[in-house]
């Protein structure tokens, strides 16, 4: 099992990327941001790219909680301006 991708908490906006790669049998994980000291490393368990809503959504769903990271606390004009991004960066 995942023993070290367990330990990292979720963030619709992670700090940290993840992926499995077979040919070397782990799981692998580089920063996607700058990190400052004593910051928390996240990684997301759902795709990024979906709009907030449906992000909010399967987390309540599949991992039983209410996400409340800095994406998903967005609202109005802001809401609108990420969603729209996240649809972008899902067609590049």
């Known amino acids: ?3 070290l991708a367990s330990r990292f908490n979720h963030s619709c ?3 940290v990327s993840h992926t499995w790669l077979e040919e070397l049998d ?3 994980f580089h920063a996607v941001a700058d990190i400052k ?3 928390e ?11 907030q809503q449906i992000r909010k959504q399967y987390l ?8 409340r990271c800095m994406s998903c606390i967005k609202a109005g ?3 609108c301006r990420s969603d729209a991004n996240r649809i972008r960066y899902s067609e590049i």
Do not use: M, Q, W
């Not at 490393?41 to 709009?51: C, E, K, M, V, W």
């Not at 309540?60 to 996400?67: G, L, S, T």
């Open 26 to 28: 782990r799981e692998v």
């Open 60 to 67: 309540e769903r599949a991992f039983k909680f209410h996400c």
């Open 1 to 3: 099992v995942f023993r």
């Open 77 to 79: 004009e802001d809401l």
């Open 13 to 15: 906006s992670p700090n």
């Open 41 to 51: 490393l996240t990684i997301s368990y759902i795709d990024p790219a979906a709009p």
């Open 37 to 39: 000291v004593g910051e």
